[in-house]
């Protein structure tokens, strides 16, 4: 109790001490001004557009370094120079006592000064969704590294009387042991050795820690450095009390002891290092963590499961950090998958025959980074890359794939992995379907499915259509024999029994019979379904063509066979052909396109057929130009199959080719199939005051001149979404942080036909509507834009309120009837004009018409031609600085839903990266600046104000004594 006593007032008076000096609420409001400087401004908070405090952090173990040296300068070294030191070491207490005493005083200090920071979080959190885990797990990691730059501190204040000598001496040391595992000192050593000094430096644990990932090597680490350099600071007291040239064996022992306490410490944290598992992720939604999806999909492995990483030991500095992030991550896949996975890392250089077998057969090569310092420019050429292989089948994840990319306007590129967990479990996801659907496509079905084909009786029956029977008759026998029972098939006749199964199917579906040609007045049925107990898919006949039929009829089956890889039908715009001199004029989806072949098989649809691939899960059309009657006919069907039509159209579409921005009106052909279904795109847009940024060209006016500048203007046309914007209740939008929609058109809903709807996007109520053509952007000698919203006594428009939220994208769902119920569906051979073909032209097979869609069918519906075009999402890039692409992940995360794969969806979400600021004004800026320097001093107000109740009340209780 006695020594406990001693601690505490030790503890008392230092911090009595330093508060007894108006320089230590300088030293506060200079810390605090500075953090705010360095995150507004050295960090351009609202330049990042990031919704986290990293800046900060990635500031402070740099700005602890002099904190922890300037608070622990004068604490040994004056005791040493006014000679006090020989009063507190002839206590008949331990030096350890006063050691404690003052570390207590200094952590105190160093959480004061760290609470002056808290506004920064704060400020944060009520202007955007930020993330608490990472910002704990920030805190803590200060906490941790003030305790360890204390103790250094402490201990070299203790080997000088000279305060200025120990400032420098603590920043010398304590800066040394933060380049030890920088990336600016270990990009001069191999991925192994710099692995290592990463592990002995303070910087990389602290980085860990900031993630928001709490690991048992890291707190161990900053506990062994902090304890080490403590007990060193009672050694060096304790050898003051020793007498000269003596070798007692107090002292010997006392030498022995401090040997054996650093060497144990430095024993078990080589003995944890190996130790993965041992750590707690506190970021919302467990980001670092393997999630339950995919535990879930290591579960299904029947065979070993290789995940090989390929890493040069030579590679970028700024992808060096990220390795044992990757590793670790890796190990987490090796232990959840229960013996069945297998995790390796190999360097290629070092093994000429895993590079061959690399190249060759996984086709994994190096990538080239350009490394740059003061003296020279170089190429590395460094492999950066996971191996997924499982059977005989295999995919492999490239830099590209793992790696995003942040600029930042005032210093290195921001580089970190993108969302690792889903690249990887997707990776594994695809290779164990493929292997499966490689072998027996029935291993991926759970329960029992049926194929009932309505069909005629054999009178009724053209002779090509009885002939198709047949053919197929055999095909199903042998599908059956090979199913082990998960496969069954029946025939049933629908005139029979007086057409009561015809006339159920009529209603159901809006199956009608079929006639043998146009002018036959012969009539049969020929309609095949599968079903199990929770969906019925119609398998299509292709003009009874026989040789495809199993093709069809295993497309049908994958339906039922969740885990195998999904095929998308994307319909793109045709591109004009140009000289290869010349880039194309047009609008192009190449990232959309790449984004969506990552994920699933892509068939790339030519809807002027009439069909759509019989293999496609889901049909996408994007940026519709004048569809005939076929194209139509093909989308239609399609739905009447009971698909989901993902469609992404509008009156207008926006050409930003050259230095304007030239406003084009865009005929999809799609308008009266989507009214016939209760949806109406306005031939208007959407702004909104809730906008993003773009680099557009800004027409200038001055004086009798006009120039043209490309400027970063916020621009009411590309549409900011956020929650509630974005659907918080569906799966689609739930998860996405933000989206942003050029030059969007308003939906609205037609008619109620009974059909489920959902608002997928909406804008704000502050959004009006423009018909003008002129779309570019401009600005007056006074600094007013033309793009301005309108007052509040302008009248209403044809569209509704001058003001208003307007639905940008819908989803509905449920039984649709064809758009061509009562006529006969267009040939083949139709001409471009979609007249009906010539009697020459028709084809001899008869071809039935679906009318009637299943509950399964859906419309996705989005209002906008360019909103995921490669010239739209490049100005977001260069808006934002970012990699992250809203429109994708939007569209990416309908393709899950639809093709039910809430499993990846629920991993993508997981994605931290993409947490973004609100669009504002620069006065708005300002403001959120000034509020957070008036938290600090607030702060430091509140503070000083207990100090000075604390000490009142001290000296009325000491004047009290004295009465007494």
Known sequence: MATNSVTRRVAQKEVRLFFASPVAWLFLATFAAATGFLFFWVESFFARNIADVRPLFEWLPVVL??????????????????????????????????????????????????????????????????????????????????????????????????????????????????????????????????????????????????????????????????????????????????????????????????????????????????????????????????????????????????????????????????????????????????????????????????????????????????????????????????????????????????????????????????????????????????????????????????????????????????????????????????????????????????????EQIGKQWGVKPMSASADSADTFYFYLTLADSQQVVEVPTDDFNVASFRLLLDAGLKRFAPGLTKIVALSLPKSEPLPAQFKSAGATFENLERAVTRDYSVRLEDLSDGSVTPEADILAVVAPHKLDERAIFAIDQFLMRGGTVVLATSPFTVDASSSELRLKARDSGLRQWLAHNGLKIEPTLVLDTQNASFRAPVARASGDYEFRDIQLVDYPYFIDLRPPGL????????????????????????????????????????????????VMPSVDDAGKGNLQPPAAGDSPTRYGPLRAARNLAVVMQGRFTSFFTGDDPPRSGAGNDGDAASPSAAPATPRGMLQRSPESARIVLFSSNDFMEDKVLGSLVAASGTQYLGPLDLFKNTLDWALQDEQLLEIRARAHFNRTLPPMERHAQLLIEYFNYGLSLLWLLLLALAAWLLRTLRRRHYAKGLAL
């Open 65 to 502: 370094i002099f904190l922890c040296a300037s608070l622990t300068m004068r604490m040994w070294s004056e005791e040493r120079q006014s000679g006090t030191l020989e009063h507190v070491l002839t206590q008949p207490v331990g030096p350890w006592h006063f050691v404690i005493g003052k570390f207590w005083a200094c952590i105190t200090l160093l959480l004061l000064a760290l609470a002056s920071t808290l506004p920064l979080p704060i400020t944060v959190a009520l202007i955007a969704n930020l993330d608490w885990g990472p910002v704990l797990g920030g805190y803590l990691a200060s906490i941790l590294l003030g305790a360890s730059y204390l103790a250094i501190g402490l201990f070299v204040s203790a080997r000088t009387d000279n305060p200025i000598v120990s400032l420098i001496g603590t920043v010398v040391l304590c800066s040394l042991l933060y380049l030890l595992g920088s990336a600016t000192f270990t990009g001069f050593f191999d991925d192994r050795t710099g692995e290592t000094l990463r592990l002995l430096g303070s910087g990389a644990r602290f980085e860990s820690i900031n993630r928001g990932i709490i690991d048992l090597r890291d707190l161990l680490y900053y506990a062994s450095l902090t304890v080490a350099f403590l007990a060193l600071n009672v050694f060096a007291l304790e050898r003051e009390r020793w007498a000269r040239r003596a070798a007692t064996p107090r002292q010997r022992n006392w030498r022995i002891g401090i040997a054996l306490l650093l060497l144990n410490l430095l024993l078990v944290n080589i003995w944890l290092a190996p130790f993965s598992a041992l750590r707690v992720d506190i970021t919302e939604g467990k980001l670092f963590s393997i999630s339950q999806p995919t535990r879930n999909f290591l579960n299904e492995l029947d065979e070993p499961l290789l995940i090989r990483g390929y890493f040069s030991g030579q590679t970028h500095a700024l992808l060096a950090p990220l390795l044992p992030q990757l590793r670790d991550l890796l190990h987490e896949y090796e232990v959840a998958g229960n013996g069945k996975v297998h995790v390796e890392f190999v360097d290629p250089a070092d093994d000429p025959e895993l590079e061959e077998e690399a190249n060759s057969r996984y086709g994994i090569t190096a990538t080239p980074f350009q490394i740059a310092d003061r003296h020279q420019t170089s190429l590395v050429n460094a492999y950066f890359n996971v191996l997924v292989a499982y059977g005989s089948e295999h995919t492999s994840l490239g830099f590209a794939d793992l790696i995003e990319v942040r600029a930042s306007p005032h210093a290195t590129a921001e580089v970190k992995l993108r969302n690792p967990e889903y690249d990887i479990t997707h990776a594994i996801k695809k290779v164990l379907f493929d292997y499966r659907s490689g072998g027996n496509l029935f291993d991926g079905i759970s329960e029992p499915v049926e194929l009932i084909a309505y069909v005629s009786a054999d009178e009724r029956l053209p002779p090509v259509v009885k002939a198709y029977r047949d053919a197929i008759l055999q095909q199903l026998e042998l599908a059956q024999q090979h199913s082990d029972g998960k496969f069954s098939f029946r025939f049933i006749e629908p005139e029979a029994r007086g057409g009561a199964v015809a």
């Open 727 to 774: 659907a918080p209740d569906h799966a689609v939008t739930e998860n996405l942080p933000q989206v942003t929609m050029a030059w969007a058109s308003p939906i609205t809903l037609t008619r109620d036909h009974g059909r489920r709807i959902s608002v997928l996007l909406q804008s704000s109520s502050d959004a009006w509507l423009r018909n003008s053509k002129n």
